[in-house]
């Protein structure tokens, strides 16, 4: 019998070992389980004897409730990893959840900032101070190189190769890649490292590039508090977040005639799918260029 005690431990090993997910996306994993698993009590129902029209039941439920069409895609696309799971380990002879159709989600662009709102957000930090000269390290390294939040952290000093222009990144699943970094980013990190030899690190974090006022490696949410002070004071009303620089590293690229391939490779995409999301921020911005500067669209 499956019970819910045991088989959440067994698919969150399956996750991380087999899956090789990040820890944040299995989270993500088994808080749609989580849903599930109260849909199931409530319906006196075991996991391993749902038929498919139960699962339609419980999308149905979602809607219901209010939710989304696009994290109700997400929370589909968790239960039919989760019913694979169980055909794979034997439990279920067939995957109830196969047919379970995903709903159209709409292409929902990024934000991204210009050149010129970039500049505006640098302008305001304070250089005065070691946590000023941190910020705007790591502002610049999030933009030259399309970093994920969670790469950011977890840069360390033996991840920097300034001198041949490149920075060693673990992406998701523990897969590593080299990223070009621009010569503002190492300009920036190098007046960074004069203070960061100032900066109280805990023993154990002395190889963390970034670490925060308690001496461990700085978190998502300081970096995220941070750039949303720094948007205020320049004046800037999109809503932005540590993503919006990697968003607008690869608008940018795309812009000045970069291959797409390349752009996949520097922002760690397993598929190319995932990058060409911006060939349609760029056709958004080729369009409004012909609608303002085309003679046959001037009135």
Avoid at 94 to 107: C, M, Y
Avoid at 117 to 136: A, C, F, H, P, Y
Avoid at 240 to 254: E, V, W, Y
Wanted: glycine share 6%; with cysteine; hydrophobic share 40%.
């Amino acid at each position: 019998m499956v019970t819910k005690d045991n088989i959440t431990k067994k698919y969150k090993n399956y996750l991380l070992l087999e899956k090789s997910l990040s820890l944040n996306s299995i989270e993500a994993y088994l808080t749609d389980l989580d849903k599930l698993s109260g849909f199931l009590e409530d319906e006196g129902l075991k996991a391993e004897n749902v038929k498919p029209d139960d699962l339609q039941q419980f999308i149905a439920r979602l809607y219901d409730l209010g939710i989304n069409a696009r994290s109700v895609a997400r929370i589909i696309s968790g239960i039919k990893s989760f019913y694979n799971f169980l055909v794979l380990d034997g439990y279920m002879q067939t995957n109830p959840a196969e047919l379970l159709e995903t709903p159209k989600t709409g292409l929902k662009l990024p934000a991204v900032l210009s050149l010129v709102e970039i500049e505006m957000l640098m302008s305001v930090i304070d250089l005065s101070t070691k946590e000023g000269q941190r910020n705007r390290a790591i502002l610049e390294v999030l933009y030259s190189c399309g970093l994920r939040i969670s790469e950011l952290t977890g840069l360390k000093f033996s991840d920097l190769f300034l001198n041949e222009g490149f920075i060693k990144v673990e992406g998701k699943g523990g897969k590593q890649r080299l990223v070009p970094v621009s010569h503002a980013a190492i300009n920036e990190i190098e007046k960074y490292l004069y203070y960061r030899k100032e900066m109280n690190v805990k023993k154990g974090s002395e190889d963390i590039l970034f670490p925060s006022n308690r001496g461990s490696a700085i978190s998502r949410i300081t970096i995220f508090h941070f750039i949303k002070q720094y948007a205020k004071l320049a004046g800037i009303k999109k809503t932005i977040s540590p993503h919006t620089f990697r968003h607008s590293f690869a608008t940018h690229l795309l812009e000045g005639g970069a291959n797409i391939r390349a752009i996949q490779l520097m922002l760690g995409h397993e598929k190319i799918t995932t990058t060409e999301l911006y060939t349609h921020i760029d056709r958004e911005y080729l369009r409004q260029e012909i609608i303002e500067h085309h003679p046959r669209n001037k009135k």
